[in-house]
């Protein structure tokens, strides 16, 4: 996990994660900070080991870290998150060490990671997909019947 652990030393993910913070700083919702990376990352790690998937965890947890980073320019200038995300994370990624392989595979989990196309896809942007979605714990949330997702999309049980 050396090139993960890069990818959260990293100034410019570090500086992306604090300008989230500070948009959000007054948030009632889901939040996009650290817990919620980290969660899609350990839900996807252990649902593609439930599967037996041949994915790199390294590629996986820098799929899940970097997610969101586009987070600043949506709440900016109302540019999807996932798009302005890919260029952001495609700097990050080749900064700690991805191959252009790898870098080409996050960035594309990234830009499918709201994409219903890809979930029930056993690829890191469908692990990621489904990771994201479940991550939300909206039948334990205080604020759950306020919140502008859909009855569908709400998570109202714990799942594995």
């Known amino acids: 996990m050396e090139r993960v652990n890069r990818i959260i030393k990293d100034p ?3 500086e992306k994660i604090a300008e989230i913070r500070r948009f959000e700083a007054k948030r009632r919702f889901c939040g996009h900070g650290i817990p919620h ?12 080991m439930e599967q037996r998937a041949d994915v790199d965890p390294e590629i996986l947890y820098a799929a899940a870290l ?11 200038n109302g540019t999807p998150h996932e798009i302005a995300g890919q260029e952001i994370a ?3 990624a080749e900064r700690a060490g991805f191959t ?11 830009g499918k990671h ?19 979605k479940k991550s939300r714990i909206c039948c334990l949330c205080p604020v759950e019947k ?11 049980s714990l799942t594995v």
């Open 100 to 110: 252009n392989l790898e870098t080409d595979a996050i960035v594309f989990a990234i």
């Open 12 to 14: 410019l993910w570090k």
């Open 90 to 92: 495609r700097e990050i």
């Open 66 to 76: 970097l997610h969101d980073i586009g987070r600043g320019e949506e709440y900016r």
């Open 146 to 156: 306020e919140c502008g997702w859909s009855d569908e999309k709400k998570n109202m």
């Open 114 to 132: 709201r994409d219903e196309s890809v979930r029930d896809e056993e690829s890191i942007a469908g692990l990621l997909y489904r990771a994201d």
């Open 37 to 48: 990376l980290v969660a899609v990352a350990r839900i996807a790690y252990i649902e593609s």
